[in-house]
């Protein structure tokens, strides 16, 4: 069986070689970068495979941190959920690692850019494997290190310089939420190793709970970019578009999910922290469901639609049903690093991100077309791809717990099949927009668009098989399947039909709709408002702290200052210079020492 | 004997230095070999403190003046004086070509000489001697080598830290009549007597704090950093300030433990505000040196924070922020001198797009400004999380506080490289002499031999924060019991 410690070493042994090789022998040493993701989907994949003799072979726990009341302990080991993890992460970053060949082969950064990939799927693992929260905290800021590094990419952009900023200190709000999560565990129960603090919820005091679960939970939201902490994932969009597949869509952004399915106990004892997470889950879902429909940026269609699906995630976490969650996190990661792939084609085919210059891209580029298709079509919810399964499961989940919030899921999720096939239709269909001659990618793209494009198809069917291994319950809900899937085709037709006149069709529905379109296609101002108050407070913090410095404190010392140079002047006639007066003083001192010395020595 | 020889070799070499160090070469030849022989006995020390787990000692006895130079290393000033001899030899390799060389790292190494005795003292008076025979060198660094506002930065160094000094030696002086055992520094002190303890710990804390520096006794620092030369910012960073941190860990917690449990709400509230005011000070700089020196009170405020936890997950989170701040702090310390040096200024402005023209120097400052936000795998990170646990163990929510502090350390450090090492080149404006982007070089192979070390052991200790604890392990322990202890 693939060790473990393998899958987490090397592809950090592999980012080493990758860098310090540099730029020529680049076009071999970047196929290293496929060794940590195959060996972590081999690893996840022979793990399930026998899941049901054995769950996870834990790999010996290490003191990172001793004391004699305590050790802080990491270590790593695979139960069925971070097995599956492994595989997702595997699978979408070995594709991701492919399509980046032939999309980043102009780029000369290439050895830093395939050493980061492989640096962020050995961080993305030690995250899913870790035994204890500490192992996961860590490898939780290296995955947002990596993303920082990577979203910036382009440094020479300032755009993308700011957006990397951005994307960690947004982050880094929630990693806060994370880092008292732990400090209040480790008080509480003495650990920190996942399964012991645990084991230790029923011990605890119902506050203690749910405070811990809601610190949990701003750490999430922060990852996961949930209402309000979603600001910095659009602007993420600044990084390569593989680099948006992987990190932005498929693994980095659904750890949140990850860390609330890791922690559960916690949540099913606090039904504050599960109300709240179902309130923030179902508002992100619906919020950015309405603001990816304006869009025009391709990529920022899509970055939006991440936000609202891990909405659906988190609401459906709310509900109660961490297995629907988590199915639907897996569904995601195919069809989302899907599509954002096939954007990356389209963008690489066609010079341009913004839809209202594409067009008739369809008969240019015929399999990024068809995977696109199969991508939305499952982004839409339509049977029998796998996003329908995993929908379907949420929403029946949440219809239930919640009739509120399904209500406001059923309309998100019409308005998912809405912008999915209005970013389809001004894409693909009609004549070109743009300037130039779009083609289609090359072969070493258009592979992962296939893979992807098979799997977002047939997920679904591993819905019952993943209800047993993880003991939800599985089977479609007929009434809600049928409902949403009447409500996801009607949406989809209308988006369809409506953009038949391609960008045009914007200008009538901004017309129709006013003040609504215009705010939904400014995000609602949110952003802004967070940049602004964010650039005030700092602002205000450093001008603040800068007069206490300057007046107070300097003003006194200045006074004393004063004081000692007249006192000085008064002394010291003779001598001029300051330093003079200072020696005078220190030798005075040490005169005084001295003679203290030997009376006390005697 | 070992433990005289960190003290006799760099004065020696300060001696030496002073007096034939008119020959450039003679003056380098002789600084380095002085460094790397006090390192070498350092690590000496490491090991046999490593494998006996207990305390080296040594003790000068003069017939009928009785003994007067008592020195001892135990957990506690073992990494310090590490760090210290590390740093030593950074320093000397960083001041390679300055003026007047014979003297500089004739002041460099009296300097190494003074910090190590003050680590090593088991003797009051002799720690207070050490304590003061730093100031003179640093002074005589600042005001002949330093920058423009030179004579100004060192009056307000010396002003500030001597103030500090007076009131310190008056709570020396107390502690040796109440304690009534003379002043020497056994292993385990007794307590002074519980009424007297609370006006003696603050004594000394006047002195201790000032080091530190917490707020609002910290403004000499940025202005002593800012003038200071390269290798007077890097000991005055990496080991001076922790003095303070060291002294509280030394005397204060064994003699005046009631003192000590009662202030330490005091002190933790204290380094939460240094956490969250340095940070949001460092937010605001554009001069570059200026940024480093105020993310340094913002990084001794979670050595504080731990510190005042009294546990010994806190002390060793103490214990381990400033090793990591040491290191951390004296490689920023020596990348922005080295750009000083080639492009004649600190202005944040002036730059943009290093990470293309002077790409190893930008690799390692990202990786120094990472470790310095305190990211895990990065040596700044185990020494922030211990010291936040344990002072959120002692003292509840308020410490989240210190969480804005850390939101802020991401702001002002990523700040400083988007504006440094991202953007354009082209926008690399022509510094004040008329000098040209295009003529900055990189990094050269002595200052890559600097900088890879530092950066290999920020790498080590983050990942293995162990290297540092096992060793303090004991003797913060017993610290920690004896804070413990108390009513």
């Not at chain 2, 990211?375 to 700044?380: F, I, K, Q």
């Given at each position: 069986m693939m060790p473990l410690w393998f899958v987490l070493v090397a592809p950090i042994a592999v980012a080493l070689v990758i860098a310090a090789a540099g730029r020529g022998p680049v076009r071999y040493t970047?196929?290293?970068?496929?060794v940590g993701p195959v060996a972590a989907a081999w690893a996840g994949a022979e793990r399930l495979a026998d899941a049901g003799r054995e769950t996870g072979v834990a790999a010996e726990a290490v003191s990172w941190f001793v004391t004699q009341t305590g050790s802080i302990d990491v270590g790593a080991s695979a139960d069925p959920i971070a097995s599956i993890m492994l595989v997702v992460v595997g699978v979408v970053a070995s594709m991701v690692v492919v399509f980046s060949f032939g999309y980043m082969?102009?780029?000369?950064?290439q050895p830093r850019y395939f050493a980061l990939l492989s640096a962020f799927t050995a961080a993305m693992t030690g995250l899913v494997l870790s035994t204890s929260l500490v192992g996961l905290f860590i490898a939780w800021e290296l995955v947002g290190a990596c993303s920082y590094l990577l979203i910036g990419f382009?440094?020479?952009k300032p755009s993308a310089a700011r957006a990397a900023v951005k994307a960690f200190l947004v982050t880094r709000v929630g990693d806060v939420g994370l880092l008292f999560a732990l400090a209040l565990l480790w008080r509480e129960?003495?650990?920190?190793v996942t399964a012991d603090v645990l084991a230790a919820v029923p011990t605890l005091a119902p506050a203690t709970i749910t405070t811990a679960a809601l610190l949990l939970f701003v750490g999430a939201a922060g990852k996961s970019a949930q209402?309000?902490?979603?600001?910095?994932l659009p602007d993420?969009?600044?990084?390569?578009t593989p680099v948006s597949a992987l990190i932005?869509?498929?693994t980095m952004v659904a750890a949140g999910v990850f860390l609330l399915a890791r922690t559960w106990p916690l949540f099913e004892a606090s039904e504050t922290a599960r109300l709240v997470v179902l309130i923030i889950g179902t508002v992100t879902a619906l919020g950015a469901a309405t603001i990816a429909v304006?869009?025009?940026d391709i990529k920022r269609v899509l970055a939006y639609s991440t936000i609202s699906q891990l909405g659906f995630m988190f609401a459906a976490l709310g509900a109660g049903a961490w297995v629907a969650a988590f199915f639907h996190l897996v569904t995601h990661a195919a069809f989302k690093s899907l599509l954002f792939l096939a954007s990356g084609s389209v963008i690489h085919g066609s010079?341009?991100?913004d839809l209202r210059e594409m067009g008739g891209l369809g008969r240019a580029m015929p399999v990024t077309a068809a995977t696109w298709a199969v991508g939305v079509a499952a982004l839409a919810g339509?049977?029998?791809?796998?996003g329908f399964f995993s929908k379907d499961a949420v929403l029946d989940a949440v219809w239930v717990h919640a009739p509120v919030a399904g209500a406001a899921l059923f309309i998100a999720s019409a308005l998912t099949a809405f912008y999915s096939f209005r970013a389809t239709r001004l894409a693909?269909?009609?004549?070109?927009?743009?300037a130039g001659h779009p083609h289609e990618s090359p072969l070493v793209m258009k592979v992962p668009l296939v893979v992807l494009a098979v799997l977002a198809a047939t997920l679904g069917a591993g819905s019952w098989w993943f209800a047993e291994l993880l003991g939800g319950h599985a089977g479609l809900a007929i009434p809600i399947a049928v409902a949403s899937t009447i409500i996801a085709g009607l949406s989809a037709v209308a988006g369809w039909a409506l953009y038949k006149t391609g960008p045009a069709a914007d200008d009538r529905l901004a017309g129709a709709l006013g003040g609504l379109w215009r705010a939904a296609a400014g995000a609602y101002g949110i952003d802004a408002l967070v940049m602004r108050g964010a650039a005030a407070s700092e602002r205000g913090a450093a001008t603040a702290s800068e007069r206490f410095d300057t007046r107070l404190v300097d003003g006194l010392v200045r006074g004393i200052a004063w004081l000692a140079r007249r006192v000085g002047r008064e002394f010291n006639e003779l001598q001029s210079g300051e330093s003079q007066l200072y020696a005078a003083l220190v030798g005075a001192g040490a005169v005084l020492l001295a003679s203290l010395a030997l009376w006390l020595g005697r | 004997m070992t433990l005289a020889l960190l003290i006799a070799i760099p004065l020696a070499g300060a001696l030496v230095s002073a007096v034939v160090g008119r020959s450039t070469a003679v003056a380098r030849i002789i600084a380095l070999a002085a460094s790397l022989g006090t390192a070498g006995v350092a690590a000496v020390v490491w090991q046999a403190y490593a494998s006996s787990a207990e305390a080296l000692t040594y003790e000068f006895t003069m017939d009928g003046a009785g003994s007067f130079l008592r020195l001892a290393a135990d957990g506690l000033s073992v990494p310090l004086v590490a760090l210290t001899a590390l740093l030593g030899i950074i320093a000397v390799l960083a001041s390679?070509?300055?003026?007047?060389?014979g003297t500089h790292m004739s002041l460099l190494l009296a300097l190494e000489a003074a910090v190590i005795g003050v680590f090593l003292a088991a003797d009051l008076i002799l720690f207070y001697v050490a304590w003061e025979a730093v100031l003179i060198p640093m002074f005589f660094l600042i005001g002949g080598w330093?920058?423009?506002?030179r004579r100004y930065a060192a009056m307000k160094f010396f002003i500030y830290t001597f103030a500090g000094s007076a009131l310190m030696l008056v709570g020396l002086v107390l502690l040796v009549v109440l304690g009534g055992t003379g002043t020497g520094m056994p292993a385990t002190p007794l307590p002074i007597e519980p009424a007297s303890q609370t006006l003696v710990f603050w004594l000394l804390a006047a002195g201790l704090l000032v080091k530190i520096p917490v707020v609002p006794l910290h403004t000499w620092l940025p202005d002593a950093h800012v003038e200071a030369p390269t290798a007077g910012s890097i000991m005055l960073a990496g080991v001076l300030l922790k003095m303070g941190a060291y002294g509280i860990a030394r005397i204060s917690i064994p003699y005046t433990p009631d003192a000590f449990a009662a202030a330490a709400p005091i002190l933790a509230a204290l380094g939460v505000i240094g956490i969250v005011y340095g940070a949001a000070m460092a937010l605001g700089q554009c001069d570059l040196k200026r940024l480093v020196a105020y993310s340094s009170v913002a990084h001794m405020g979670f050595v504080v924070l731990g510190l005042a936890s009294g546990t010994e997950l806190g002390l060793q989170g103490a214990m381990l922020g400033m090793v990591s701040h040491g290191l951390v702090a004296g490689l920023l310390f020596f990348l922005v001198g080295a750009l000083y040096e080639r492009a004649h200024t600190r202005d944040?402005?002036?730059?943009?797009g290093l990470g293309v023209t002077l790409p190893r120097w930008a690799t390692i400052f990202v990786v120094a400004s990472l470790a310095s936000l305190g990211?895990?795998?990065?040596?700044?990170f185990p020494g922030e999380f211990a010291s936040v646990v344990a002072g959120f163990g002692r003292?509840?929510?308020?410490?989240?506080?210190a969480g804005i502090g850390i939101v802020l350390a991401g702001a002002y450090t990523l700040r400083a490289v988007r504006l440094v090492?991202?953007?354009?080149?082209?926008?690399t404006q022509a510094p004040a002499d008329g000098l040209?982007?295009?003529a900055l070089r990189d990094l050269d192979a002595r200052e890559l031999l600097i900088a890879v070390p530092l950066v290999a052991l920020i790498v080590a200790l983050g990942i293995w924060p162990r290297l540092v604890t096992d060793i303090a392990a004991a003797t913060l322990g017993a610290l920690a019991s004896l804070a413990g202890t108390v009513s």
């Open positions: 970047r196929w290293l970068a496929l082969a102009e780029d000369a950064s382009w440094f020479t129960t003495g650990t920190l209402f309000p902490l979603h600001v910095w993420a969009m600044e990084g390569p932005h869509a498929a304006p869009q025009t010079g341009t991100q339509l049977p029998p791809l796998a693909f269909s009609g004549t070109f927009r743009g | 390679w070509n300055v003026e007047r060389i330093g920058h423009e506002n944040i402005g002036a730059f943009g990211l895990p795998g990065l040596s700044g003292f509840g929510f308020v410490i989240a506080v090492v991202h953007g354009e080149p082209a926008a040209q982007p295009a």
